[in-house]
Nanobody, 125 residues
Framework: VQLQASGGGLVQTGGSLRLSCAASGRFFSNYAMGWFRQAPGKEREFVAAIDKSGSRTYYPDSVKGRFTISRDNAKNTVYLQMNSLKPEDTAVYYC???????????????????WGKGTQVTVSS
């Protein structure tokens, strides 16, 4: 499967952005999906996860209550709605897919089978 993230940009503190990740290929609904981010000089970190059906999600404390992950299996697309953005949310955001993974907590980078190219999110103070 190929993944293409979009929707990044420059926003002021407190603003919102919605990222999209379009998947090509078959069996999108058999993949758990996740969003990760990487700031300059830092490791790539987990941001959000959603299971195959979209019924279960998981977030780290750093974004819980501000970010919402969702998916539309008919459109082969996963979304990340980001509200109340902070300067520390500035990073390149990546979507990733894991075949048949059961979402029970944070996703590890090693568990993901496919990665999209990132989209830059910059939050100005």
């Amino acid at each position: 499967v190929q993944l293409q993230a979009s929707g990044g940009g420059l926003v002021q503190t407190g603003g919102s952005l919605r990222l999209s990740c379009a998947a090509s290929g078959r069996f999108f609904s058999n993949y758990a999906m996740g969003w990760f981010r990487q700031a300059p000089g830092k490791e790539r970190e987990f941001v959000a996860a959603i299971d195959k059906s979209g019924s279960r999600t998981y977030y780290p404390d750093s974004v819980k209550g501000r970010f919402t992950i969702s998916r539309d299996n008919a459109k082969n697309t996963v979304y990340l709605q980001m509200n109340s953005l902070k300067p520390e949310d500035t990073a390149v955001y990546y979507c990733a897919a894991a075949w048949n993974l059961v979402v029970t907590g944070p996703l590890s980078r090693g568990a993901m089978n496919y990665w999209g190219k990132g989209t830059q999110v910059t939050v100005s103070s």
